[in-house]
């Protein structure tokens, strides 16, 4: 992947995200962990990441910045669960520049997001869509989404 950020169409103004994007770049994201008694099937989950994105793909979006102004922008670059220990850098190349993103070691999953890009409620719909259809796929049932 090349190290040039590319240029995303930008979309509606990210009133919300403004202030945060100013703040200094060492600011970390903000980090779930979630253990699971089994180990993870990075397959299945990568599947469940797929289907949240297809019935939520404002998940994928990022944040551009023109004449000061801060945007959403659709960011067709595809969102990978990675197999690593490490939290990655929100936003970054490695992330594909989405500002969510999910990672996995062994019985832990790792969901993080850059808080200039949507609130907790925002993670945690992330989150729970996730390990929903991860769980559904898993298990060989549909569970109640409630």
Known sequence: MSMTRPNFEKEELAISGSPYVYLPVDIPAYTVEVTHRDPIDGEQLQRALDRTLQRMPYLS???TIEHGAVYYAKNPLPME???TASIRHVGGSETSYHMLDL???GHTTCFS??????DGQGLNAFLES??????CMKDGVEYDPN
């Open 103 to 105: 990672i996995w070691d």
């Open 81 to 83: 669960a990675a197999h």
């Open 113 to 118: 997001m850059y808080h200039g890009f949507c």
């Open 130 to 135: 996730v390990l929903y259809h991860y769980y």
């Open 61 to 63: 979006d990022t944040l």
